[in-house]
């Protein structure tokens, strides 16, 4: 490709999610702003989630420190933080991983549905803010429908099961009409996401706290949910019969001492499930009468067991994605040479149009019938005169030959600069 297609990452592959968050980004319209004025960039879009934060960008050349640099002072870090854990990969591998991402093998739970959301709306929101161009918002729509249409026939999502549904399956098997009992969810990260869409796909009520009430109301706001006040939680266990907690905090957030002391003011059990890693619900607490605690080693384990029928079917969509990522390659290849091809037949129908009317003045030509006669020779001739020339220039670049694609330039006098881009 005569313009390079790059893939910038973080994610949960080397990253822990402590760490991830670091490199989140706050004010999306400014990151848009700094990466096209100081990167090196032509066009970039930016796909953020609780598990990756990745850069996809187009330029004819490009400069990972200078990427590193800006993306270092969108967010405050230092340089050296990024040697450990970003990733950079181009064209080929940039299309490969866009193309997996859209399909769900590169999620933390395979085959789930919500990135490929996460992926429109991001290059929604690159469009709006101009910082995609032609190249990127081809590729992503074409990903987009290939993602799409392999989700379909390969049935890669069919019948899954996230750790966060899992735990909302046990705590329905476990606790009698679940509907009637008060549910707790403490954390508002990726894994509280998928138990609120659990909860909230199967119509139970549930309260939700975290460390601030703000960001239990904003989580609220989006997933469902009533938002409490952590201070009240801490001291108020004995309020709940299910508990799914999913911090990352570095102690036991729920201790022996706490729930040994809520339970004497209960007559039923309580289910804790704990799906935070590492373990923040002390593991004493399954020692004490009337309570039934999980793990995520446990829950995990079930979830595996559920994802075998999955990974069957992996092998089959990475074979499709190696074929289609050729024919996106050779897509995108071929918007190389478009602009020019654009301009060409643009400047040479604007001469066509001004020669046809030059002549049909020296005939006096009134008769609208021998005129569209003419019009249509025109069009044809010059049809027939270009349409090769300017094939051979897109295949060209489909091959991978941008001398030619520079060669026709220059004997045509385009000029990029004049080149508009959606």
Not at 255 to 267: D, F, Q, V
């Amino acid at each position: 490709m005569n313009q390079n297609i790059i893939n910038a990452r973080v994610t949960f592959r080397n990253s822990p999610i402590h760490i991830l968050e670091q490199f989140t980004i706050k004010d999306m319209k400014n990151a848009y702003e700094q990466f096209k004025k100081d990167s090196g960039l032509d066009e970039c879009v930016i796909i953020q989630t609780c598990n990756r934060i990745e850069l996809f960008g187009k330029s004819k050349t490009y400069d990972s420190n200078k990427i590193k640099k800006t993306w270092a002072a969108i967010t405050g870090l230092e340089e050296e933080a990024f040697n450990d854990n970003i990733e950079f990969v181009e064209n080929h591998d940039a299309l490969h991983h866009l193309l997996k991402l859209t399909s769900g093998l590169d999620s933390m739970v395979l085959g789930e549905e919500q990135i490929l959301g996460q992926i429109k709306n991001s290059i929604t929101s690159a469009r709006k803010v101009k910082a995609s161009g032609q190249h990127l918002n081809t590729l992503f729509d074409k990903a987009i429908r290939i993602g799409t249409r392999i989700r379909n026939s390969s049935g890669i999502g069919a019948g899954g099961i996230s750790v966060g549904s899992m735990a909302v399956k046990l705590a329905e098997e476990n606790i009698d009409e679940l509907k009637t009992k008060k549910v707790l969810l403490i954390g508002t990260g990726e894994v509280s996401t998928l138990v609120a869409k659990s909860l909230q796909r199967r119509g139970y009520v549930f309260n939700v706290t975290s460390r601030t009430i703000g960001r239990s109301e904003a989580f609220c706001e989006t997933m469902g949910g009533n938002p409490i006040k952590f201070e009240d939680v801490l001291s108020g266990f004995d309020n709940y019969d299910v508990i799914f907690v999913a911090t990352t905090a570095p102690y036991f957030l729920v201790t022996n001492e706490k729930i040994t002391e809520a339970m004497k003011n209960k007559s039923k059990g309580m289910m804790i499930l704990d799906l935070s890693n590492p373990r923040t619900v002390d593991e004493k607490v399954a020692t004490i009468g009337g309570v039934k605690l999980m793990n995520l080693d446990q829950i995990a384990e079930m979830v595996e067991k559920n994802m075998n029928a999955r990974l069957n079917k992996v092998k089959t969509v990475e074979n499709i994605i190696s074929e289609e990522v050729s024919v996106l390659e050779t897509s995108m290849k071929r918007l190389d040479a478009e602009p020019l091809v654009t301009d060409v037949f643009k400047n040479i129908e604007n001469l066509r149009e001004k020669e046809l009317q030059k002549a049909l003045q020296m005939l006096n030509e009134k008769d609208e019938k021998k005129i569209k006669i003419i019009e249509e020779l025109t069009k044809a001739v010059v049809e027939s005169i270009v349409s090769t020339p300017m094939n051979n220039i897109r295949k060209a670049s489909e091959q991978g030959n941008p001398d030619v694609v520079e060669l026709a330039s220059k004997l045509f006098d385009y000029k990029k600069q004049n080149q508009v881009v959606d």
